[in-house]
Nanobody
């Protein structure tokens, strides 16, 4: 069982930056994808960004050009650098890992709150 531990959330003013980190508790089988989802009050959880073990990335349109996802495979860690934050980015951010074996396995972090004040 893999555990994901997130850190780096908090309160920031609009236009500011935050960096989220998510560390997996053990080495991860490949191929896999690590990334971030978010859920705002009253809304569905949505994909923010992901990066595969091969280095491919995918971003939600709403964060393109502002957020950058990266990973350190040696540390089993994924990062989300968030710049030019907007109040609409306020949400609980969840780290996600999908191990793309057959069957696939999905793991979630506990979530970290990001609040952007106007």
């Amino acid at each position: 069982q893999v555990q994901l531990v997130e850190s780096g959330g908090g309160l920031v003013q609009a236009g500011g930056s935050l960096r989220l980190s998510c560390a997996a508790s053990k080495s991860i089988f490949s191929p896999n994808a690590m990334g971030w989802y978010r859920q705002a009050p009253g809304k569905q959880r949505e994909l923010v960004a992901l990066i595969t073990s091969g280095g491919s990335t995918n971003y939600a349109d709403s964060v393109k050009g502002r957020f950058t996802v990266s990973r350190d495979n040696g540390k089993n860690t994924v990062y989300l650098q968030m710049n030019s934050l907007k109040p609409e980015d306020t949400a609980v951010y969840y780290c996600h890992l999908q191990v793309r074996t057959f069957p696939a396995y999905n793991y979630w972090g506990q979530g970290t709150q990001v609040t952007v004040s106007s």
